[in-house]
Nanobody, 123 residues
Framework: QVQLVESGGGSVQAGGSLRLSCAAS????????LSWFRQAPGKEREGVAA???????NYADSVKGRFTISQDHLENTLYLQMNSLKPEDTAMYYC?????????????????WGQGTQVTVSS
């Protein structure tokens, strides 16, 4: 089992920045992919960014150039640095862990989920 706990969400004006954190614990060695998803009210959950073993990263087109996913192996923590935020970035953001080949902005096999942290961007 892997436990994931997100933090760092909040409210910010358009153009601002936030950094999300996801503390991982448990059998983290059983996964080779960590990712961030988001879900806005009335919309489907979408993959935002993923980082794979070896440091390969993938991003959704909507966040490329604005968001950066990174990982601190010593602290077992995943980050999502979000810059130039837009109102359409408003959503619940979830940390996820799993596996699969580095092919998308999410783990192809997502096994574990965090509880989510809310991000609200006002215009």
């Amino acid at each position: 089992q892997v436990q994931l706990v997100e933090s760092g969400g909040g409210s910010v004006q358009a153009g601002g920045s936030l950094r999300l954190s996801c503390a991982a614990s448990g059998n983290t060695y059983s996964t080779n992919c960590l990712s961030w998803f988001r879900q806005a009210p009335g919309k489907e959950r979408e993959g935002v960014a993923a980082i794979y073993s070896g440091g390969i990263t993938n991003y959704a087109d909507s966040v490329k150039g604005r968001f950066t996913i990174s990982q601190d192996h010593l602290e077992n923590t995943l980050y999502l640095q979000m810059n130039s935020l837009k109102p359409e970035d408003t959503a619940m953001y979830y940390c996820a862990a799993g596996g699969g080949a580095p092919s998308a902005a999410y783990c192809p096999i997502t096994t574990y989920w965090g509880q989510g942290t809310q991000v609200t961007v006002s215009s």
